[in-house]
């Protein structure tokens, strides 16, 4: 029997609570972001959590339903306490990262769009960009911080509060 799924979301305009499960996933140097394509920014591939659902289970969900592949968690990388403005609202985001290791190689272009999946109403594109600190300013890739690990993620999981203002 299917039950109803709950995404981990509380929007109380202008407050905006989720929780979001992120990946990061590297191939030949590079790091795989995505973005809604009515959007002008990147993140790392992932989403919401559903009620009930582990942030393990939500990452290999995730993977599964927009990439349309299986992966192995290698590690989680950070818990990440993240406020930002975001479309009018003060948001406030429990953020999980883990280093992902899909089960077969992903399609790569280094320059282009790799995939492109619906999501209900929202066209989700994916793309990869150099693993390297300045992509992140260079592409617009959220949030920021990481930007600081991605050349050299940590071995051991790290907790990171962070609190970005309108432009940064």
């Not at 299917?2 to 590297?26: C, N």
């Not at 030949?28 to 920014?41: F, I, S």
């Not at 990147?42 to 959590?49: F, H, K, N, Q």
Request: aromatic residues 10%; glycine residues 4%.
């Amino acid at each position: 029997m299917m039950h109803e799924r709950h995404m981990i979301r509380l929007d109380r305009k202008p407050l905006l609570f989720s929780m979001r499960v992120a990946g990061l996933i590297f191939q030949n140097d590079h790091l795989l972001v995505q973005r809604g394509a009515a959007h002008d920014y990147w993140a790392l591939p992932g989403g919401r959590a559903e009620i009930g659902e582990t942030s393990e289970e939500t990452i290999i969900r995730e993977i599964r339903e927009e990439l349309d592949c299986e992966a192995r968690i290698d590690r989680l990388l950070f818990t990440v306490e993240n406020f930002f403005p975001y479309e009018g609202y003060q948001a406030h985001e429990l953020s999980f990262y883990y280093l992902l290791e899909p089960l077969s190689p992903l399609p790569f272009h280094d320059s282009e769009i790799v995939h492109r999946v619906q999501d209900g109403p929202t066209e989700v594109l994916f793309r990869w960009v150099p693993a390297v600190a300045d992509s992140f300013e260079r592409f617009d890739i959220h949030p920021r911080l990481l930007s600081a690990f991605v050349e050299n993620p940590p071995h051991a999981s790290r907790h990171i509060i962070n609190r970005e203002s309108a432009g940064t």
